[in-house]
């Protein structure tokens, strides 16, 4: 269960061992985070802040009275509806308006949110992240800071962690436009082996076990991994594995990247409970045991809200979160004031407040739940049946089967089968595009052999998975035969 306190007779031996040690943070830092000097400007403003009533001459803001807009207005799905999406979505359901405001009282004044601000975001909008990730997690003596979204948070934490030469670990079938991200700061990837069940803590576990630092440089001291509906394979790691891979990260002195925007649509429960219920069917994250400070988990509100939000989360202990939000006064800056805004009244007591949010994602989970059992049917009876196909995991991970079994010419065969797919007016993500390549020497991974997969999303409309599907399956035996 996700919702326990460290000092419960259900904590694990895990987590009990784990408030004892001590984590040298400083020595995870990137050379790059270790000279960078906060921002002065930013340090004043911050100053500016903790006395009330302070007359602040130094920032260059404009004054609010010269701000073109006054009030902005969100209409928003009454949260009141038995399901909420499913109103939402017919038209039929009762609609709210939450608004902004700039001279008037709302919980996140325009004042606040149009104004610089620093890179951690507003107090409002972090203080409301926190509550919910009490009520998830109960995550002891963690920080919250916002992001432009997972890819801007983790971009920044691969520049807070690795340096050229480093090497870090990940899934070897993972979210490729984010380790491409590291590519650049001279970080090398090592891939951990994956079965239907996700990350393997044993190959974690031998690839630690088997490093030699004079042949293959400092061994790895970050973990990136996507533990629930894993991108893009849909694996979800069962409390289990993470306990085991969490000792793995305590033993060998591993920071863990958890990356998690699809945590909140693991839920599958038919009653629209309160958010400390919702939180007990949820996956146990690794933000909840991390009684050490060695998680930086990364949310977003891209697959619960809207992705072209660009807003999220990041909880870490202090010294790290310290040292992002430095990071982001020097390069990115605050996000943006709108999506501030928005989820502050959102989650405040005007809107729908966490309880009502909660109840929005489950009755989304039940639609996505709705669309992922309509696939899997017009699978079997378009794909399946040809003996062709088989289809794993919550983001649908479809395997073609080459006949004979695997051969050293997968990778071209699976190739061949994208450009029959594509000219048949079907796009489905091939694994390649997500397959890491070992270059390390450690694993001997031979990948390319593994690659007969395509990822599918069931997330778009009924029409489109019928008529995509059809095509898949026409396509796939006009292929083999």
Known sequence: MVFLPPTTSTTSAVDVGLKRSHVDYYRHLSSEARSRLPNPI?????AAQVKTGTINMGNGDPHHTLYPICEMNFVVPSIEEHDPVQSWRSGTGEQNIIASYKDDPCTLSLRTAFAYGAGAGLKEVRDALADLNDRIHSPPNHTVSLSLGNADALTKCFRLLGDPGDSFLCEEFTF????????PLGIKWVPIRMDNNGLVPSDLERILSNWDEATQGKRPHVLYTIPCSQNPTGSTLSLERRQQIYQIAHDWDIIILEDDPYFFLQVRCNSMGTTRAIAEVLPRSFLSMDYDGRVMRLDSFSKIVAPGMRLGWVTSNSFFAEKLDMLTDSSSQHPHGMGQAFISELLGSSGWGVDGFMKWILSLCNEYQRRRDLFMDVFRQKVAISGFATAEGTTIWDTPTVPGGPTTNTADLMDELFRKLLNSGLVMMP???????????????????????FRA??????????????IFG??????FF
Do not use: C, P, Q, Y
């Open 431 to 453: 694994a390649s595009t997500f397959a890491i390549v070992d270059r390390t020497g450690t694993t001997g991974s031979h990948i390319n052999d593994r690659v007969n997969f």
């Open 457 to 470: 999303t069931f997330v778009g409309t009924d029409v489109t998975i019928r008529d995509g599907l059809t």
């Open 176 to 183: 490729s436009a984010m380790t491409n991200a590291a590519l």
């Open 42 to 46: 930013k340090s004043i403003w911050k």
């Open 474 to 479: 026409r396509t796939l035996e006009e292929f």
